[in-house]
């Protein structure tokens, strides 16, 4: 039971949390996006996160104009 009692708390501070920073974004002027900007488009972010790697490096590489290298350190960085 003492379980069910800690999820609820782990609940309400998460809510407290979200209640916060709305206020902090709103009284700042800010708006938080729901999709962070990556400095790519989202054709290689969804290529890099679908586990094709080698494509999102190539598609990056002509985006950027950038060399082999800085385009697997950047796509290795997004993840997937």
Known sequence: ????IEIDKL??????????IEFLLGHLGLEY?????YGASPEV????RGGKKMQ??????REANVGLQVAKEFVE???G
């Open 45 to 48: 972010v969804a290529l890099a």
């Open 33 to 37: 996006p729901e999709e962070p900007d």
């Open 1 to 4: 039971m003492s379980e069910f």
């Open 56 to 61: 999102a490096i190539k598609l990056y590489m």
């Open 11 to 20: 609940k309400l501070q998460v809510a407290r949390l979200e209640r916060q």
């Open 77 to 79: 960085s997004l993840g």
